[in-house]
C-alpha cells in the first residue's frame, strides 16, 4: 500500500468523524474555540479505537479483552 493510500484512507475517517461530531447537541452547547478543542478531542478518541466500529458492531479499546488496566 502507497503511503497517498493510507493518508487519503485517514483523512476520510476523520472527516467521518468530524461529520459525526457537528450535531446540534455539540455546535449549540460550545462557543467557536471550546468547540475546536472538543471536536480535536473526539477525533483523537476516535483514532485511538474507542469508537464503536459500524461495521463489526463491536467496541475497540485498549481496556477490552485482556487489555491492560
Do not use: H
Amino acid at each position: 500500500m502507497q503511503e497517498t493510500e493510507r493518508s487519503n484512507g485517514i483523512q476520510q475517517l476523520v472527516e467521518r468523524w468530524r461529520t459525526d461530531f457537528k450535531r446540534p447537541e455539540n455546535t449549540k452547547f460550545y462557543n467557536e474555540i471550546d468547540y475546536k478543542k472538543a471536536e480535536r478531542k473526539y477525533i483523537k478518541w476516535c483514532l485511538d479505537g474507542r469508537v464503536e466500529n459500524s461495521t463489526d458492531g463491536k467496541k475497540r479499546s485498549s481496556m477490552s479483552k485482556g487489555g491492560r488496566a
